[in-house]
């Protein structure tokens, strides 16, 4: 038998370990680094790559001075479009958005639903802890300008919770596992600089002075260690703590799946940009050609010895014999350069997957309808369905990696208190103990409402069209709309319309009936009166209903109590012992009955328990009660 190797564990690194390994990373990823600089270059406008002169006019004598050709595109230009800041700032603003998170419940009763929705409002609660709402804006921003976003999740030790901590990749040196681990982060090194005052407020370090040898913070993140080191040339560790985390608590997101970095959404544009400065300035070259005459002079003795005065108020200029002063417009054709800075922002949409309507606001044709917008923006609208995907994936790895953290690193595992924040568009405050409430669950769910592509009522029509030919649930429906809450909108539709039918009922007895069938006469069945117990239907009435009083007998029920076992005849108790024998080992507690119910004393065993009565009792209820607050009369079964 093959032996299969161990995953690798980052080995507890010291100091002098550390800083030669972050020196190790930073030349390794120069290229990246620099990469990243010219991309924000770009956005910024702040560019020297490409472009043309200064915008030249005329001389003296009124003659155009003009750049020669293939000089303008190698020098620096000084007037810009900032085509691509657009694009940026339209992706930032879609991907930028607060996702709805939840956690799965860990199996479907209703112990397992309360623990899911405990388990979600601590997530939010850690959302408004960390200020993600501005953090999100910033991984938004850039994973669009710069191709990446880093997801890191940080120990507070005043709280003992967990905070999520956005940063530039810029700013970050990582490696990575390899196979089907490939995105995943292996550790970390993260620098940032910070200057003297912050230093010695925070860390109470006394640095000799501001520069970035003396007030760079390193942070280094592995499944073994967190550690932090101010300072390159004489580091110091402020903080150190060490644990045992299957994971490095920090998620790299990448803008585009390729395995390489720095894949922004206008990194294939910059040239196109550049191209595009240079037709502008010679354009503007253009212009001053086409608006400026030429003035030229014939036989100049004969004009006299004075300068030619251009302008309003001028002298008039005596001529003699044969001079002259000759004033021609200059001809030149626009056309060849509009057509190539049309094409080419053409080109530049098609590159970063936008369109001119996301740009301008406005189409360039005469009917302009809903289901037009839409299908211009269809290109982007397919990049931005899959980085949601990709940026999904990445929120619920922070998420589950969250819940991990805050169970078993050390101090954070302590945490007992309460929890507040927002959810489902209402307040809450809930009492939290992170050892038990947890409890080894981490299985979240990301999703965004609609955003491009499709409209609301698009999304409904096909949401509704998979549900009655059964590709998919409800729940899966109000997702796909956008509902924040699905399974909390299944309960309010179910209660609407019971309360719905309850109202038609007694519309149609006239009266509040305790759960009679709608459309049928308060008599019973097809109009037969109904007489007292034991009577038979359309036997006279003895000492029944007096006319004028109202019909106390209750009619058929329409709805069936919660639990309610509709099996002819109860199984025995041995025929459910039986089926619980088969998977005693599997238990994570006890199984008690009392009456009609099966009570669990761990809520985790209700699947199973549900699964082994399937055929004896399939729609006996189970519910999960601790075993000191068993029922009196309750009998353990295994």
Known sequence: MPIQPKLDRSP????????????????????????????????????????????????????????PVGESINSRRTYSSQRLAPVVDDYAALLG????????????????????????????STYELSKLGYQQAQAGWLLSALGDSVYVLEPEPSKLRVVWNVFSPHNCWPSFYHGYRRFEVFDLFVAEMWSATELRRQWGVMPPNDRPESC????????????????????????????DLDFCPAVWVFNKVTGMMGMSDIGNSLDQQDFLDWCFNVAADGIVQNTYPLIGVKDPINVGQDQITIGPGAPPIPLQGTGDIIVRQTQGNMSAIEIMMSQTLSDMNAATGSSSVRQEGQMKSSITTGRAVQSVQGPQSTRIEYKQQVLGEAIETANSFTLQMQEKAPFLRDFKGPIFGNVKGKSFREEFTAAEDIDGWYRTKVSWQSLVGMNL??????????????????????????????????????AQKLQDAQLAQQ???????????????????QGQQQGPPGQSPGQPEQGGQQPGQPDMTPAPMMFKPFGA?????????????SALKKIQDKLKGTVWT?????????????????????????????????????????????
């Open 457 to 494: 009522q698009q999304k409904t029509a096909v949401a509704y069209e998979g549900m009655v030919a059964g590709i998919w649930d409800d729940l899966e429906a109000r997702d796909i709309v956008g509902i924040e809450d699905p399974l909390g909108m299944r309960k309010r539709v179910q």
């Open 216 to 243: 760079t913070v390193v942070t280094y993140l592995s499944p073994s260690q967190r550690s932090v080191v101010v300072g390159t040339k004489n580091p110091q560790r402020v903080a150190h703590v060490e644990w």
């Open 507 to 525: 519309a149609e007895g006239g009266q509040p009936q305790q759960g009679g069938q709608p459309g049928q006469p308060q008599g019973g069945p």
């Open 97 to 124: 958005r607060m996702p709805t998170s939840r956690v799965e419940p860990p199996d479907p009763s209703p112990q397992g639903e309360a623990k899911a929705e405990l388990l979600t409002k601590y997530l939010y």
């Open 12 to 67: 507890v690194l010291g100091t002098a370990e550390l800083m030669d390994e972050f020196e190790k990373r930073k030349r390794r990823f120069a290229d990246r680094d620099s990469w990243y600089e010219r991309l924000a270059n770009y956005y910024y406008g702040r560019s020297e790559q490409g472009g043309g002169l200064p915008i030249l006019a005329a001389n003296a004598q009124g003659r155009p001075l003009l750049r």
């Open 565 to 577: 076992v509709q099996t002819p005849s109860r199984p025995s108790r041995d025929q459910i012992e």
């Open 594 to 638: 009392s009456g009609a119910d099966i009570l669990i004393s761990d809520y985790r065993d209700y699947s199973k328990v549900q699964q082994a009565l399937q055929q004896v009792a399939p729609n006996i209820r189970i519910r999960a009660v601790p075993e000191d607050k068993m029922p009196d009369g309750a009998e353990r079964i295994v």
